[in-house]
């Protein structure tokens, strides 16, 4: 049974920026009132292609708190560089992709590589947050630094469809990353006049954003930049691009616990809001310089 399509919306109207170096758009929350329906994802960044000159001065997002959630970026564009408190550090370019689990506190930062910077070009990428079920809130951080030569693939017959399942699993392919709730990620190429048929499990909130290109979703038209949001009916997907794209396709199961969220901190209770703040005023998330 097809998955029906509940709504597809346009890119919102104007990018904003995170830091000096990344210019984004939100999808949610701030852009559409939708995250109950994208459960467990909390929050989409999409920096659609742009161009950042050269600079000596390297842009990006300085020193920043986290906790009680997941932040995974993937670059598309350009190369995006990491430094944490807990003494991790990468560098990420087209294809590749961190996945960092702030669990019980963490600092970062987040920049564009200096090679990068320096020459200047396009730059694209996409950042989504992920909540942390109750019972692991509290969890040690971690960094996965993901290689694109890591990551799972599915080629068609064809070999006119690639799939990276980053997370989940897709024909009985896992994916790479580690979650702690049942997830799916895949990054989606498809050439001109080629279809893609999948299934994903019907109680999961499922999610599409067309990076590039125009499709047949399940029947209805979606644009580059379109994000297709699914109804919690149906398994299948149906997918036939009318020319060359790339999408990201996302699915959760629910994570039906309160949220109570301020900035850079997700918990369940604000008391729990009330504490994040001061374990970072007392430094228990640890010194990044």
Known sequence: MLKKISQIFSRPAQPGMV???????????????????????????????HYFSPSEKVRGVDVHPHRGFETVTIALKGAVA????????????????????????????????ENFSRQGGDFEMIQLWVNLPKTHKMTTPKYQEICNKNIPK?????????????AGNFNET???????????????DLMADSSLKFN???NHNSSM????????????????HNFVLFENNGEEINLFAEKQSKVLFLSGEP???PI??????????????????????????????
């Open 260 to 289: 109570a969220q301020y900035g850079p901190f997700v918990m369940n209770t604000q008391q729990e809001i009330l504490q994040a703040f001061d374990d970072y005023n007392n430094g228990k998330f640890g010194v990044l310089n």
């Open 19 to 49: 830091g000096d170096g990344f210019r984004v758009f939100n999808y949610y929350p701030s852009g559409y009132a939708i995250r109950n329906y994208v459960n467990p994802f909390l929050m989409l960044d999409f920096g659609a292609s």
């Open 209 to 224: 954003l067309v990076i590039s290109g125009d499709l047949n979703v399940n029947d209805n038209k979606a644009s580059m």
């Open 174 to 188: 896992p994916g790479i990353a580690n979650t702690f709730t049942p997830i799916n990620l895949f990054l989606i």
């Open 200 to 202: 994903v499990p019907s």
């Open 82 to 113: 990491h430094h944490d408190s807990a003494g991790n550090s990468g560098i990420i370019y087209p294809g590749d992709v961190q996945w960092m689990t702030a669990g019980s506190g963490i600092l970062h930062k987040e920049y564009h590589e």
């Open 154 to 166: 599915f080629i068609s017959e064809k070999n006119d469809v690639k799939v990276e399942i980053i």
């Open 255 to 257: 994570i039906n616990e």
